[in-house]
């Protein structure tokens, strides 16, 4: 499995970017993705998840209201909507797949066997 995540830049304060995670390498479509932020040495961080149909997804409360995950199977990618960004906001943002199927959308890294490279998003006061 690979997972390809872009979309990180510069932004300012209160402003939006949308990142992207490119899957190959087995069937997208039946399992859960999630996005994790991990700064340098911190824990990585729950962000968001999804279920492989779209309809089930858990946010973190520092995030909740103001990023939006979403999924298009038929393009093999999962996206993290991010508004009314904030300096804290800052960090690498990495892209994963859950290791099996599931109902849900996990949201301990454990759930999580495949990890993309991470893109880096930082946000100006």
């Known amino acids: 499995v690979q997972l390809q995540a872009s979309g990180g830049g510069l932004v300012q304060a209160g402003g939006s970017l949308r990142l992207s995670c490119a899957a190959s390498?087995?069937?997208?479509?039946?399992?859960?993705m999630g996005w994790f932020r991990q700064g340098l040495g911190k824990e990585r961080e729950f962000v968001a998840a999804?279920?492989?149909?779209?309809?089930?997804?858990n946010y973190a409360d520092s995030v909740n209201g103001r990023f939006t995950i979403s999924r298009d199977n038929a393009k093999n990618t999962v996206y993290l909507q991010m508004n009314s960004l904030k300096p804290e906001d800052t960090t690498v943002y990495y892209c994963a797949q859950t290791r099996a199927s599931s109902l849900y959308a996990p949201t301990q890294p454990y759930e999580y066997g495949y990890w993309g490279q991470g893109t880096l998003v930082t946000v100006s006061s």
């Open positions: 390498g087995r069937p997208f479509g039946n399992y859960g």
């Open positions: 999804i279920n492989w149909s779209g309809r089930v997804t």
